[in-house]
């Protein structure tokens, strides 16, 4: 985490949670990545992804919308990237938290072998939390 101001955020403890201060209005925008796998000679075409942030403890959602993430390489023309947006309040207890879930992968065939992407390499593909106090 970095950027201005970031000592009063501070990640859970399996790092799947944003633990946010009291009293404090955010807008939080996830850019998320996404990159197919490839075993041997067989390669998987990267497919899509849906993803939504969730508010919990003292923290209320005013607004929240669904995020689409498709790659290049999809052979559906289904719209691009929408990125997942939350506008949350937090209370005075401290206890705010928010959580990005994503929908990914399958068990279908064509539709496995997608995860997503936790650092940005010149070989991979980079997933970001833009988070600015309102």
């Known amino acids: 985490m970095s950027g201005i101001n970031t000592n009063h955020l501070s990640f ?22 996404i990159k197919g796998s490839t075993t041997g000679n067989s390669n998987t075409t990267p497919g899509y992804i849906t993803s939504l942030f969730s508010a919990g403890g003292d923290a209320d959602a005013i607004v929240t919308t669904q995020g689409y993430t498709e790659s290049s390489t999809e052979s559906f023309d289904d719209g691009g990237v929408t990125p997942p947006i939350i506008i949350v309040t937090t209370g005075d207890a401290g ?9 990914y992968g399958g068990s279908n065939a064509g539709d496995a072998g997608y995860y997503v992407s936790g650092a940005a390499t010149r070989t991979s593909v980079g997933t970001y939390i833009l988070l600015e106090e309102v």
Do not use: A, C
């Not at 859970?12 to 850019?31: A, C, E, H, M, V």
């Not at 206890?95 to 929908?103: A, C, D, I, P, S």
């Open 12 to 33: 859970n403890s399996q790092k799947d949670r944003i633990n946010l201060p009291p009293n404090k209005t955010f807008k939080i925008t996830g850019y998320i990545g």
């Open 95 to 103: 206890t705010g938290y928010v959580e990005l879930k994503v929908r």
